[in-house]
Structure formats: structure tokens, C-alpha cells
């Protein structure tokens, strides 16, 4: 039947309407909220409203996440020392070991997910360990990605989520903590992580530009759908439980995709880039910032998403439940 006789305004004339025909819906349930901890408290230029914390900061952080009913902090660490294998990152007295037990220690319901990478402890700045003649080995960086999941699981992570992007590594994670006793920590894979420019403002927080060449050589390239799914199944072959699609909105298509190709729970990294841009054109008075929030969110959430890493989660759990 077509106009008159069919009026979709008809079901948008009050808000009630709209709520009960509304398809797609946000709660502070479905966020991730990060946290940078570092050994002393700092803004974050390029992600205004984001700190690096200092591990009593993040406790109290993670105090107002369980107040606004977020469920997860994923946690990043900016070590003081950084060497050539990254070895700050598997430290069991690590800047994220130390950090996921005080926040466990004093929020033990809030569910820490602690990001693992070596980027962020590495000197050259790369997600992996080097060769000599200076490219990113994959097969030698499997060990220390390994290592670390065991540390921070014993640290008492509560979900283990790679982001180097290396081959393999999802398995050999999985291999690793089944060996020491952790087969009930569940990986997120960050399995479609795309080599993206929005990772720019991420980079000044972490301090994990790196130091020479870029990261295409084990990122994606942003053309590549099809190859997104392929490394959506080789992770779930290797024992992912959560799949991730990053960033989110230049990549609705992949996450809709992904949606569609698996029943795993699938995740969306709403990265610092995409942050940023909403917070200075806010800022400039080019955006309503409530509005365009809301807005993106949902729209993560429509294109298939379960979970949104976010930097906006905080903020996003207060004005859902206004
Ligand atoms: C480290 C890592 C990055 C992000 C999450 N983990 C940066 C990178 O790959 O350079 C990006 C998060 C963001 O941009 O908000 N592997
Ligand atoms: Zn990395």
C-alpha cells in the first residue's frame, strides 16, 4: 500500500510512538570506557575531557563507571621505561598488572579488559618485536604478546584483548593461558583493526606513534572488506570468544558484515580520532555534542555492534539516563 493510504509519520508523531517502534536501543550497559594509566596524572591535548590517570585516579574512575552502570574499563598502560622487546608489558608489577588489581581490589564488579599490545613498551614504538634488519617479526612476537595475556590474567584481568594484529596470535594467547590455568578468560580479538589515521590522538595519549615507518605492514588496508572477514574467522578459529571491528564509523559496512558472517559477540572501537573530531567541532559550535553522541552510538549499535569501546562512554550513560 503507498501514500495515502501508507503514513510512516504516523508513527513518529509522539515520543511515545517512536519509543515503541524504536529498533535499535543504547544503554550505559553496552559501553567500554578506557582508561590511559601512566605514574602521574595528565589531560590529553587532542582528547579533551581524557587524562592519562595515575593508578589511584583510575580506582576512583572506575568507582564512577560502576555508579553510571558501564560494566567494563578496557585499561592501557604508559610505562616509564620503554626497551627494544617491550618487556614493561609483561611485568607482573607492571603500570596495567598494578592497576587492573587495585581497580579488582576495590570495584571487584566492574570488568577490567586490559588491552595487549607491545607498542606502548616498546622504544621503536611498533606492535611487535623487530628483526634485524628492522621489520616487525610476527612468529617472534607471539611469545611476548603470550606472556603478557598470562601476566595480566594473573593480575586478574577479566578479558584479554590483543591489538597488535599479528598472525597467529589469537591462538597462541589461547594456548598460553589454557597451559597456566586461565581457560575461563575470554580473549577479544581485535580481529578487523584497520590501519587508520583516527588513531592519531590515541598515539599523543599513549605515547605509541612509532618511532620510524608505520603500521601497514600488519593493520589493514581501509579498502578491504572481504579480508576483514577473513581475519574475523581465522580468529574465531583460533579461539576468540569476542570479535572487534576498529574504527567504527568509517567502518559501518564491516561491522554490518561481520554481524551477519558470525553469532560471536562483536565489539566496536569508536576510536580517539572520531572522538576528537566530535569534541572540537562541539567546541567550535559546529555540533551539539549530546546529540551527536547519542546519534553515533546508535548508530554503531544499529549497524550490528553488541559493545562500543568509547571514550564518550561516561558521558553517553549520563545523558541516556536523563
Ligand atoms: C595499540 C592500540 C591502538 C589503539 C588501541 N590499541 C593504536 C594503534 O594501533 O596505533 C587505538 C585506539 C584509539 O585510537 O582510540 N595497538
Ligand atoms: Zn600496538
Known sequence: MAFPDTR?????????????????????????????????????????????????????????????GIPATILFGIPDEKDADGSGAWDDDGIVQLATRAIKAAHP?????????????????HCGVLTTDGRVDNDASLELLARTAVSQARAGADVIAPSDMMDGRVGAIRAELDADGFAET????????????FYGPFREAAGSAPAFGDRRGYQMDPAN????????????AEGADIVLVKPALPYLDVIRAVRELTRLPLAA?????????????????ALDERQTVLETLTAIRRAGADMIITYHAKDAAGWIAQ
Open 186 to 197: 575470554p580473549i577479544m580479538a581485535y580481529s578487523a583493526k584497520f590501519a587508520s589515521a
Open 8 to 68: 510512516l509519520r504516523r508513527l513518529r508523531r509522539t515520543a511515545a510512538l517512536r519509543g515503541l517502534v524504536r529498533e535499535t536501543d543504547l544503554s550505559p550497559a553496552h559501553l567500554i570506557s578506557p582508561m590511559f594509566i601512566a605514574s602521574s596524572g595528565a589531560a590529553i591535548a587532542l582528547m579533551p575531557g581524557v587524562s592519562r590517570l595515575a593508578i589511584e585516579d583510575a580506582v576512583r574512575e572506575a568507582g564512577e563507571l560502576v555508579a553510571l
Open 225 to 236: 572488506a572481504r579480508e576483514a572477514l577473513r581475519e574475523v574467522e581465522l580468529d574465531i
Open 269 to 285: 572501537y569508536n576510536v580517539g580520532g572520531e572522538y576528537a573530531m566530535v569534541k572540537f567541532a562541539a567546541a567550535a559550535g
Open 109 to 125: 564488579e566492574l570488568l577490567v579488559v586490559t588491552d595487549l599490545c607491545l607498542c606502548e613498551y616498546t622504544s621503536h614504538g
